[in-house]
């Protein structure tokens, strides 16, 4: 079954650091990926998605994902961290139930210090 | 655009009691999904419809929830009797259809449930 895993349930970094959030993936076809956020009392919003167009995803507000066939990881990255990062982050990926369900990592809460 | 929309946001309730959560999808959107999210985990499909008719409901505890779709826009989801275990934030999406699987999910502000 397809399922994914994130690795750290919490990453702190310094505000203007690299922010990297990892994500693998079992999957025994091209799996379909996603990475969303989710600010205190809110719902999830799409950062960027995994279609196969390209192995480098860019998303919105500075981050990107890369597809690495070779070693099943999706990792999340955003060259200089700003405050309003800090959030939840979940990876997820999708497989075919007859409609397409999503299955979502544990998920890695991001704090940006000042 | 309006957005997902869910009522209530927060709700208190004692264990054996039933409660039921609301959800008004984004115009047009076929597909609505309705999701539990326990503290510190991602979140779980319950359910999911296109249009009024269930496309998967395999995690659905089916002796405690129930969720309707009526006319293909609105749903309710109802638990009935509510247990401890069912303390979470419950989550409505939408999209347009499912015929895609880079279909994007549009996600409601959740109702938080508490169950005491």
């Known amino acids: 079954a397809q399922s994914v895993t994130q690795l750290g349930s919490h990453v702190s970094v310094s505000e203007g650091a690299l922010v990297l959030l990892r994500c693998n993936y079992s999957s025994s076809v091209p799996p379909y990926l996603f990475w969303y956020v989710q600010y205190p009392n809110q719902g999830l919003q799409l950062l960027l998605k995994?279609?196969?167009?390209?192995?480098l995803v860019k998303g919105i507000n500075g981050f990107e994902a890369e597809f690495k066939k070779s070693e099943t990881s999706f990792h999340l990255t955003k060259p200089s961290a700003h405050m309003s990062d800090a959030a939840e982050y979940f990876c997820?990926?999708?497989?075919?139930?007859?409609?397409?369900?999503?299955?979502f990592g544990a998920g890695t809460r991001l704090f940006v210090k000042a | 655009e309006a957005g997902v929309a869910q009522s209530p946001r927060y709700k208190i309730i004692e264990k054996r009691q039933s409660v039921a959560f609301w959800c008004n999808p984004i115009s047009g959107h076929a597909t609505l999904y309705w999701y539990q999210q326990i503290l510190g985990q991602g979140p779980k499909l319950l359910i999911q419809f296109q249009n009024n008719g269930v496309v998967d409901d395999s995690q659905l505890p089916k002796d405690r929830f129930s969720a309707e779709r009526l006319k293909g826009v609105d749903s309710t989801l109802k638990i009935q009797p509510a247990k401890l275990e069912d303390s979470a934030v419950y989550l409505c999406?939408?999209?347009?259809?499912?015929?895609?699987?880079?279909?994007?999910?549009?996600f409601g502000p959740g109702t938080r449930l508490t169950v005491l």
């Open positions: 997820a990926v999708r497989r075919n139930t007859g409609g397409f369900k999503t299955i």
């Open positions: 999406a939408s999209s347009t259809s499912s015929g895609s699987p880079t279909d994007t999910q549009y």
């Open positions: 995994y279609t196969s167009a390209a192995t």
